[in-house]
């Protein structure tokens, strides 16, 4: 129901917008997330935006450097990342996710914490390399 874009190569200091695009889910109940995986390790969390898109979180590793948005018309969620490192190359997924037993708000207070099987919903991820 989540389909991501935008990955690809750059190099670093570079810039790449990754879209996540929703099908027929109803993306403005939901809180959506960024994550990404760089094999053998679990996924990290990156960057959250409630439903509204009023609130966002960002892991410390971001430093500034990325930003979450969203157009809930469009049913579409960004993730802008500038100044990128060689150590930002993984796969990139957006997850949404609404309320969970222990997350029971988390359409409305997701934060880049929360972990990633809290989100009920995602995409095949996109490819993001980035060359020193």
């Known amino acids: 129901q989540l389909v991501e874009s935008g990955g690809g190569m750059v190099q670093a200091g570079g810039s790449l917008r990754l879209s996540c695009t929703a099908s027929?889910?109803?993306?403005?109940?939901?809180?959506v997330a960024w994550f990404r995986q760089v094999p053998g390790k679990e996924h990290e969390g990156i960057s959250c935006?409630?439903?509204?898109?009023?609130?966002?979180s960002y892991a410390r590793f971001v430093k500034g450097r990325f930003t979450i948005s969203r157009n809930n018309a469009a049913k579409i969620a960004y993730l802008e990342m500038t100044n990128m490192e060689p150590e930002d190359t993984a796969v990139y997924f957006c997850?949404?996710?609404?309320?969970?037993?222990?997350?029971?708000?988390?359409?409305?207070?997701?934060?880049?914490?929360?972990?990633?099987?809290?989100?009920?919903?995602w995409g095949q991820g996109t490819q993001v390399t980035v060359s020193s």
């Open positions: 027929s889910l109803p993306l403005e109940d939901y809180a």
């Open positions: 997850a949404a996710g609404q309320s969970t037993e222990r997350w029971p708000l988390l359409f409305r207070n997701c934060d880049a914490s929360t972990p990633w099987n809290e989100f009920s919903y």
């Open positions: 935006i409630n439903s509204s898109g009023y609130s966002t």
